[in-house]
């Protein structure tokens, strides 16, 4: 599904880690990278690295294992050949924290990381890819999350309106002056995803349609084609008043559960 979204050029409203991109791109990953998503265990390995005192096979009684909990039975996993048998020490902590978050993040996801990169790439490979760094990959898929409405102004196009009719500045008045989270649901209500496409929101083929006269009609929007439909207001309170009750309860499904 990731790999079909970028072929098409879909932005996903996506929160995965920066960790699958790294991985993705056979990035080397470690102790930083395990903050992301067990901050916890990422914690207690920097206690143990920063502990001063030679007693480290005492306080933290650890080895070159690791348990873990599966169908109600406890696992092991030897980080080294007999590491139940070897414990943890000053002098061999590096190794074991390097192995302990090599195996928290690469080893133990190997199989369905191998399945999640041979469906992408079965859409997405090429010579291209090796060009990206994870980064630029994440706002392919799920878009650039900084929000430019101005671009955005700069390059919309307009069906039954033109530029400088008044509907229109007050639109435009009213867009700039909406907290963030408001933009992002105004972004959400037209395209269905909060972020911007690669490059921006002066990439979006943003249009504002006329569907009518001024009344108390909610705008309503054609999120494949970007298209926010519009009655033309005749003031510009009617119109933030409208625009906001759309996107807020159209996001929340007019409360309904």
């Given at each position: ?10 932005i996903l ?11 993705m ?14 901050p ?15 007693d ?29 048998d ?50 630029e ?17 700069a ?53 504002l ?21 519009m ?27």
């Amino acid at each position: 599904m990731l790999g079909l979204a970028i072929h098409n050029g879909v932005i996903l409203d996506l929160r995965l880690p920066p960790l699958l991109w790294q991985l993705m791109m056979n990035e080397p990953v470690g102790l930083r990278e395990l903050r992301q998503i067990q901050p916890a265990l990422y914690r207690g390995l920097r206690a143990l690295l920063a502990h001063e005192a030679d007693d480290v096979e005492g306080v933290f009684c650890a080895d070159f294992s690791v348990a873990r909990v599966a169908f109600g039975q406890t696992v092991i996993t030897e980080l080294v050949p007999g590491g139940a048998d070897v414990p943890v020490t000053r002098a061999n902590r590096d190794e074991y924290v390097a192995r302990y978050a090599e195996h928290a993040l690469v080893t133990s996801v190997s199989a369905p990381l191998a399945a999640f990169r041979q469906g992408f790439l079965a859409l997405c490979d090429g010579p291209a890819l090796s060009l990206l760094r994870p980064r630029e990959l994440e706002q392919l898929c799920c878009g650039e999350p900084h929000l430019d409405f101005r671009a955005m102004q700069a390059n919309a196009r307009y069906e039954g309106f033109k530029p400088t009719d008044p509907t229109v500045v007050h639109f435009w008045e009213v867009v700039h002056t909406l907290s963030v989270d408001d933009q992002k649901g105004l972004l959400f209500f037209v395209t269905g995803c909060e972020k911007a496409p690669v490059g921006g929101l002066g990439n979006l083929a943003f249009v504002l349609q006329r569907v009518g006269p001024d009344s108390m009609d909610l705008p309503s929007a054609h999120t494949c084609f970007n298209v926010l439909d519009m009655p033309a207001y005749t003031s510009r309170g009617k119109l933030r008043d409208r625009l906001l009750l759309a996107i807020r309860e159209g996001r929340e499904g007019f409360a309904l559960q």
